[in-house]
């Protein structure tokens, strides 16, 4: 089995969510990312749950919601409109970046901080 991206906070441990196909297509959504003008999600992504498992300890990666809320609703927008270029399986991956707007929207009106965490 291959990695996926679980939408983290400080209240929130794991993800009931298979976020893999943003990953698997992450070279895409980057290329999408700089059209559009707005940071790559892979610039957040937080590895420390996978270093930890390697006995590596380090500092989770976060964002405030604000940005990670920017970032997927463009992206997620601009694939609603027909300008998502040659990405693969949008329908998917939208519902995959619908799921994580609503996380991370949920952790902004708690005041949360978001981790965009990588686990196997």
């Known amino acids: ?30 290329k999408l990312a700089d059209t559009l003008g707005v940071p790559k999600i892979s610039d957040y992504y937080d590895f420390s749950i996978l270093q930890g498992e390697y006995g590596v300890e380090v500092e989770p990666t976060r964002i405030v919601p604000d940005e990670a809320e920017r970032i997927f609703q463009t992206i997620l927008s601009a694939i609603q409109d027909g300008r998502a270029g040659k990405l693969k399986r949008c329908d998917e991956i939208a519902e995959e970046l619908t799921d994580c707007l609503e996380k991370i929207r949920h952790a902004k009106q708690s005041g949360e901080q978001v981790r965009l965490a990588i686990v196997s």
Do not use: F
């Open 1 to 30: 089995m291959g990695n996926t991206l679980w939408i983290l906070t400080n209240k929130r441990e794991d993800d009931d969510w298979d976020h893999s196909l943003i990953l698997k297509e992450e070279k895409a959504l980057n």
